[in-house]
């Protein structure tokens, strides 16, 4: 484990989370301790591009499964996830320009409304979860009256 961290730079921890979630795999030796493949640092290199890009544990494993027999991607491979990728970091940017541009209502304001302030609440993602103080904990919201519960 200390061997892989050192080479992969990733926590321990973290090496166990991506094992746990079966991203990477290891094999016990007689002793109990986990042994490591030589692909699995590439995969772990993986790991780490897919997060710096932004993609959830989901995604990854996604990303991953596509690989078949655990293989690390070949340049086929890299040309397809680097079109996914790419779509996926202009939305990103898109999505950083319209907050920048919200920031020049916000200059000297300080208000954080979440019914005005871009930086509060971009692109209304708290008026996609529906009606209602959608901020509160459910167990101090009341049932909306069109829906039912059960
Ligand atoms: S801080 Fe007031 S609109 Fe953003």
């Known amino acids: ?3 892989i961290s050192r080479r992969s730079g990733f926590a321990a921890s973290a090496i166990r989370y991506y094992e746990a979630e079966g991203l990477i795999e290891a094999h016990r030796s007689s002793g109990g301790q986990r042994r490591f493949e030589r692909s699995v640092l590439r995969r772990l290199g993986f790991i780490r591009a897919a ?14 499964a596509r690989l078949p027999g655990n293989r690390t991607p070949t340049k086929a ?5 680097s079109r996914h990728w790419g779509a996926r970091l202009d939305e990103q940017i ?8 919200g920031l ?3 200059i000297g304001c300080g208000c954080l ?5 871009a930086f509060s609440n971009p692109g209304d993602w708290v008026g996609e979860r529906g009606p209602g103080a ?6 101090l919201r009341r049932p909306h009256p069109t829906k039912r519960s059960g």
């Open 51 to 64: 997060s710096n890009v932004g993609l959830s544990i989901e995604e990854i494993r996604d990303e991953l």
């Open 1 to 3: 484990m200390g061997e």
């Open 94 to 101: 898109a999505a950083l320009q319209r907050l920048k541009s």
């Open 134 to 139: 959608q901020l509160l904990p459910d167990s």
């Open 104 to 106: 020049d209502g916000c």
């Open 77 to 81: 491979d890299w040309r397809r996830i």
């Open 113 to 117: 409304s979440l019914r005005s302030c």
